[in-house]
């Protein structure tokens, strides 16, 4: 039994556009104003309204439409001619031209349908239509035998595995299709009563007319990237409201000047109501500015969210042109945003580097306040009138770095300043490590050299804050602090002999904060920091077992300017 049900779906909607084919050139093959053409074209409508994409199968139909599809049905088949007949075709042709295809298979079918239509036009409609010669009568027979063959052939399609449940069309793709067959045909005709020309060479000619004519058009459209109609048509609907460039230099304007995302919304907003067409905008709150129209639309990119109402009917290019008015205002809006929470961050960031600076500094102070208050063994009275003369002298000092550190906490912003010679602040580093067995060497060629004394005093305190840590787990550890001047270049070198660094802890050095028992890990990365941004280099420079070796290095200080200096040690 013949399953109907099959038939009707999608997968197998080639084989009803096979037969259509079938009854179409059975009525043309007959000659319209014949009944057996009326009964084919009633038999090729039916088949039709199965296969057209105007309503679904499961669709019922009211009473109205029904009545509009049996009289058109109707019409053909009592009024059918081959006018009539010409006319349809050109809208079959259109309406495959623009059937959207997700398949290979899809893609065979249709362009077979097509071909089929196109050369049923040319060859078997357009002669008797308009009253022209007819064919050869073998070319003739040729044709009517090939357009009943080909239609065969998609009743040899197997069914589509995956159909869509819709059937799309393309519209534009579809009428300039129509339309340019439609201008072949009468074209030929055309040639052929105003040349005399045969029709077979009328229709060579009007065919290779259309196909320089399309050539012309396509370069016309795109010859390259910044000419041709697409080029004009694209500028046209950009400045269709307003100059697009004029737009975006406006919004830059606002961006610049207004300081958060709120203010640049408002601004801009303001702007855009200043626009001619504009009559009204509002806002995803409800506010309004300007007045309502019965012309809006809604429009929505990023944080901008509003009804923007026109002065005048709202078409396609306006709304495009609208739309990206918007994009562009979204867009600003976001990176305004942006801006400011990197800007918070970055405030947030001073602080926090400048907190954790302090509190090292802070520290460090807090180990040198210890190793002064050490107690004395009771009796001992020279001892304990040592420590009394090296707490006067090394806590103006201790109250000095103090106050910088308040200083830095109260003006995170304030760059340091270089305000002291290279040879005062040997000397007040000497006063600070005394008693505390530290080995001091200097060979200075300029000790008038300025220095960022600021940054010298809490990079070196760090490392040396390292090293007495190390004393505590590696007895006997000797540290030595070596500071060689030439020039207008310095390097200072602080020598422990503990164990070397492990490599897993050295790879992250001065790049991120470290693994640290008995510290948060992060004083080599923010003494780096700091002498990075003071013009000084900071490295580990010699790593290993009895000798680890930080440099903190400014200039070329290998460059000799004059005989250096005899070594100057001081002993602990």
Not at 95 to 122: Q, W
Not at 152 to 179: D, K, N, Q, W
Not at 218 to 236: N, Q, T, V, Y
Not at 500 to 528: C, D, K, M, T, W
Request: with cysteine.
């Amino acid at each position: 039994m013949f399953d109907i049900a099959a038939l009707l779906d999608r997968r197998r909607e080639h084989w009803i556009l096979a037969m259509m084919l079938l009854a179409l050139h059975g009525a043309v093959v007959a000659g319209a104003g014949s009944g057996v053409a009326a009964s084919l074209m009633t038999t090729h409508l039916g088949l039709f309204f199965l296969w057209q994409p105007i309503w679904r199968r499961d669709e019922t139909l009211d009473w109205t439409t029904a009545l509009i599809v049996v009289l058109f049905t109707a019409f053909c088949a009592i009024a059918l001619d081959w006018l009539l007949l010409f006319a349809w075709v050109i809208v079959l042709i259109g309406i495959v031209a623009g059937r959207s295809l997700d398949t290979r298979k899809e893609r065979y079918a249709y362009m077979l349908t097509l071909a089929v239509l196109i050369a049923e036009l040319l060859v078997l409609i357009v002669p008797p239509a308009f009253k022209i010669i007819t064919l050869n009568p073998t070319v003739a027979n040729a044709f009517r035998l090939v357009l009943t063959a080909a239609p065969m052939c998609l009743l040899l399609l197997p069914p589509v595995t995956a159909p869509r449940a819709t059937f799309p069309i393309e519209f534009f793709r579809g009428i300039i299709i129509a339309l340019i067959t439609a201008l072949l045909a009468l074209g030929s005709v055309v040639l052929s009563f105003q040349r005399g020309l045969d029709y077979p060479a009328a229709l060579f000619v009007a065919l290779l007319a259309v196909a320089a004519f399309l050539l012309f058009l396509a370069w016309l459209i795109s010859p390259d990237a910044r000419s041709g109609l697409g080029s004009l048509w694209e500028k046209s609907v950009l400045n269709i409201g307003t100059p697009f460039e004029a737009w975006i230099s406006r919004l830059a304007e606002l961006a610049a000047r207004e300081s958060s995302m709120a203010a640049l919304y408002a601004a801009a907003l303001e702007d855009l109501l200043g626009m001619p067409w504009v009559a009204g905008l509002r806002s995803a709150d409800g506010a309004l500015r300007g007045r309502e129209t019965s012309h809006h639309v809604h429009l929505a990119s990023g944080p901008v969210d509003l009804t923007l109402y026109a002065e005048r009917p709202i078409g396609p290019a306006l709304r495009h042109h609208a739309r990206l008015l918007i994009e562009i205002l979204g867009q600003f809006c976001i990176a305004k945003r942006r801006e400011v929470e990197q800007a918070h961050q970055a405030q947030l960031k001073a602080i926090y580097e400048t907190g954790a600076r302090v509190t090292h500094d802070i520290k460090n102070l807090l180990q040198s306040l210890k190793i002064m208050a050490a107690p004395v063994p009771r009796g001992d009275t020279d001892r304990e009138t040592e420590q009394v003369l090296r707490l006067r002298r090394q806590l103006p000092q201790v109250v000095q770095r103090l106050q910088v550190a308040l200083d830095k906490l109260q003006q995170p912003a304030t760059p340091p300043t270089a305000g002291r010679s290279l040879a005062a602040w040997w000397q007040q580093l000497c006063a600070r490590c005394e008693g505390q067995d530290i080995a001091l060497t200097a060979r200075m060629s300029n000790p008038g050299l300025a220095v960022p004394d600021e940054c010298l005093d809490s990079v070196l305190e760090n490392l040396l804050d390292n090293a007495r840590q190390k004393r505590l787990t590696e007895a006997g550890i000797d540290v030595s602090v070596t500071l060689e001047n030439r020039g207008q270049g310095f390097t200072l070198d602080v020598l422990d002999s503990g164990r070397g660094i492990p490599e897993e802890i050295r790879a992250g050095l001065f790049v991120q904060p470290v693994a640290s028992a008995n510290g948060l890990g992060i004083g080599l990365y923010q003494a780096h920091q700091l002498a990075s941004r003071s013009g000084l280099g900071l490295a580990l420079v010699e790593n290993r077992d009895g000798a680890v070796r930080f440099r903190l290095k400014c200039g070329d200080a290998d460059d000799a300017s004059g005989a250096p200096d005899p070594d100057v040690t001081l002993p602990a």
